[in-house]
């Protein structure tokens, strides 16, 4: 494995259909984790009946706390919603890295994130919408989440420079690659969220996300051998 992708335990992180477990411990909250179970809480309504019952009122009645509570940790609805989004990021992040093995090539890295992102977003596709909505589109309003969409992003153009150096091309091309990749990605992501879902959703976002990926490496290959030739 590069150096570069770090491997955390294990963490399943897909659609929820049951209450997290810390929305069921009452004592948490004397601890200071308050703030995340509200993020939880968001987070599993967001999973379970989607965008339009989220709220500051139905997290905290989720949590089972107060409705100013919420008002504490978060300025407004816009700040829990970013708080939440954050956590998206992080989580695609880690769903992303568990789509990689040591004995992976670097083209197969990157095949596997760019497959990991695709299977997020049908997995998740309340929270990669909320992630990438007009709401939250000027991230730099919130440190935590500028930092956490470009990790998931870096993820992205490390794997890109690993597969431009094993073809002996310079990885100074990475980060325009990678913006070509992301949006190829998340093209064919959001077209398949908005798509109605059937049992095959997977299967067929599988197979279409291998043919974009053949495109997308050949091209990628080509352009720049053609650039520095």
């Not at 004592?27 to 019952?53: E, K, M, P, S, V």
């Not at 989580?91 to 040591?102: A, F, N, P, S, V």
């Not at 067929?204 to 043919?211: F, G, I, L, M, N």
């Amino acid at each position: 494995m590069n150096k570069r992708a770090h491997l955390p335990s294990a963490v399943k992180v897909g659609r929820i259909t049951r209450m997290p477990n810390q929305l069921r411990k009452q004592d948490t909250y004397h601890h200071g984790n308050l703030r995340d179970a509200l993020i939880a809480a968001g987070i599993f309504l967001l999973d379970t009946q989607g965008a339009d019952a989220l709220s500051l009122r139905g997290a905290a009645r989720l949590a089972g706390v107060s409705q100013t509570a919420p008002g504490h940790h978060f300025q407004d609805k816009r700040g829990m919603l970013a708080a939440i989004a954050t956590k998206g990021f992080e989580q695609l992040t880690t769903k992303r890295l568990e789509m990689l093995t040591i004995s992976m090539s670097a083209e197969e890295r990157l095949r596997a994130l760019m497959l990991g992102y695709v299977l997020f977003a049908i997995e998740r596709p309340a929270l990669f919408n909320l992630m990438f909505g007009s709401e939250l589109a000027d991230k730099d309003d919130y440190e935590e989440l500028r930092m956490a969409s470009i990790a998931s992003f870096r993820l992205l153009m490390h794997a890109i420079a690993d597969h431009l150096q094993a073809h002996k091309l310079p990885a100074s091309y990475a980060e325009a690659a990678a913006v070509h990749v992301w949006s190829a990605t998340h093209g064919l992501s959001t077209l398949l969220v908005h798509r109605q879902q059937n049992p095959r959703q997977k299967l067929q976002a599988t197979e279409q996300c291998r043919a974009l990926a053949n495109v997308l490496i050949a091209g990628l290959t080509a352009d720049i051998k053609g650039s520095t030739s």
